[in-house]
């Protein structure tokens, strides 16, 4: 039971670092597509270029959460509204993105544009990923850092398989649209919870 009991943050980590990398990641879907469809893409090129930007975004996002060495631990709290405001930024933008065009690439994409694409959307990440990482153990980031590399190897694989099939990817569509922002939202709720700014009386 003790050992359970000490491993329980940890799991508790690794199940909202996944819904975390998912909800944040959706964005990236129609990009994966275009690029799996497109003949000149290259697997390890796709590949490279996304772990790549994964972790450089896992970076950024620890130099982001570095800062809370110097904030109290009350105001940590917040870092659970990160989330919140992504969330609460799409469902406010959908309409808008509805209306955009993506367009495939036209030419052949090496592991450096792929991973510049990839950092283009990277905005959510960083925020979503920084107030997850605040005051976690070093063990706990090395475990969602590894987490989050071996999600993207799985993550470009099942997009690969998936621009197969053009009605899963309307659905999945429909579900970034419509359901990931309340992911997001869930989850910077979680956050500001397990770290009591909601439960204080």
């Not at 491993?7 to 819904?19: K, N, Y």
């Not at 964005?27 to 597509?33: K, Q, R």
Request: charged letters at 15%; hydrophobic letters at 55%.
């Amino acid at each position: 039971m003790a050992k359970l009991a000490l491993h329980q943050p940890m799991l508790s980590a690794l199940l909202v670092g996944s819904a975390a990398f998912l909800s944040t990641n959706l964005d990236d879907l129609v990009v994966l597509l275009a690029l799996w469809t497109d003949p000149n893409s290259q697997r390890r090129e796709v590949l490279l270029g996304q772990l790549v930007a994964t972790t450089v975004l896992v970076g950024s996002a620890l130099v982001v959460c570095s800062v809370a060495i110097v904030i109290p631990e009350r105001w940590l709290a917040l870092t659970g509204v990160l989330p919140i405001a992504v969330g609460a930024k799409r469902i406010w933008d959908r309409k808008a993105d509805e209306e955009d065009d993506d367009q495939a690439p036209s030419r052949r994409f090496g592991w450096l544009a792929v991973m510049l694409v990839t950092l283009a959307n990277g905005a959510d990440n960083i925020a979503v990923y920084s107030a997850l990482f605040v005051r976690k153990t070093v063990w706990t980031l090395l475990a969602l850092t590894l987490l989050f590399l071996v999600l993207t190897v799985l993550w470009c694989e099942a997009t690969r398989l998936i621009a197969r099939h053009p009605k899963v990817i309307h659905r999945l569509q429909r579900l970034g649209d419509r359901g990931v922002p309340w992911i997001l939202i869930l989850i910077g709720i979680y956050l500001l919870v397990s770290k009591g700014l909601l439960g204080q009386t």
